[in-house]
C-alpha cells in the first residue's frame, strides 16, 4: 500500500462512527453525520483514485460531493417538516 | 525532491488527522448543535489534502479536481451546516427565530 491508500482507508474506518450515529441516535444528529460520511466519501474516493493511478476516477468524488450536499438539503426539508 | 515528499506526507498526515478529528467530535458529541461544531474541521481537512495533491503532482488533472472539491466543500459545508441547525430549531421550536426567553437572558443559551 502507499500513502494515498492508507489516507484513504483511514478515511473509510470513519464512515464507521457515522453509520452509528446515524442508526442510534435522533434524526438531527444522523443528519450531520450523512453530512460528514459524505465529506469523508469523497475524499476517499478521490485519494484511492491517486493511490491505484486511475486520476479520471477522481471525476467520482466531485460527483458524490455533489449529489451528497443535494441529499443532505432534502433531509434537512424532511426534518423541518417532522414536526 | 525528498523535501517536497515529505511536505506531502506532512499535509497528509494534518489533513486526515483533521478528519479524524472531525468524526471523533460527531461520534462524542451529545447534542446537534455541539456535533455541528465538528464539519468546519472536515472541510479544512478536504483543503490540506488538496494541498498534498498539489505537492505531489504538481499541475495535473487529479490535482484540479482536488482543488474543485475542496473549493465546493468549503462553499457547502457551511451552507448544510446552517441548513441543519435550522432545520433542527424548526421542528424543536416550530421556528428558527429566538423564544422570548432565549431574547431575555441570552448568555443561558
Given amino acids: 500500500m502507499n500513502e494515498w491508500q492508507i489516507a484513504a482507508s483511514v478515511l473509510l474506518v470513519g464512515l464507521i462512527p457515522c453509520l452509528w450515529v446515524c442508526a442510534r441516535r435522533t434524526f438531527a444528529d444522523g443528519l450531520v453525520a450523512v453530512q460528514l460520511a459524505g465529506t469523508l466519501a469523497s475524499l476517499a474516493l478521490l485519494l484511492l483514485s491517486e493511490g491505484e493511478e486511475r486520476q479520471p476516477f477522481s471525476d467520482l468524488a466531485l460527483v458524490l460531493a455533489v449529489l451528497s450536499f443535494v441529499g443532505t438539503l432534502l433531509f434537512a426539508r424532511f426534518l423541518e417538516r417532522s414536526r | ?109
Avoid: N
Wanted: charged letters at 15%.
Fill in chain 2, 1 to 109: 525532491m525528498r523535501v517536497a515528499e515529505a511536505i506531502t506526507y506532512a499535509l497528509l498526515v494534518v489533513g486526515v488527522g483533521l478528519e479524524v478529528v472531525a468524526t471523533l467530535g460527531v461520534m462524542v458529541m451529545t447534542r446537534v448543535y455541539d456535533r455541528l461544531h465538528y464539519l468546519g474541521p472536515a472541510s479544512l481537512g478536504a483543503v490540506l489534502i488538496a494541498a498534498a495533491l498539489w505537492v505531489a503532482e504538481g499541475s495535473s488533472f487529479i490535482s484540479l479536481k482536488a482543488t474543485l472539491l475542496a473549493a465546493f466543500l468549503l462553499i457547502a459545508s457551511p451552507t448544510l451546516t446552517h441548513v441543519t441547525a435550522r432545520a433542527t430549531r424548526i421542528s424543536e421550536l416550530g421556528d428558527w427565530r429566538p423564544t422570548t426567553d432565549e431574547r431575555a437572558e441570552p448568555r443561558q443559551r
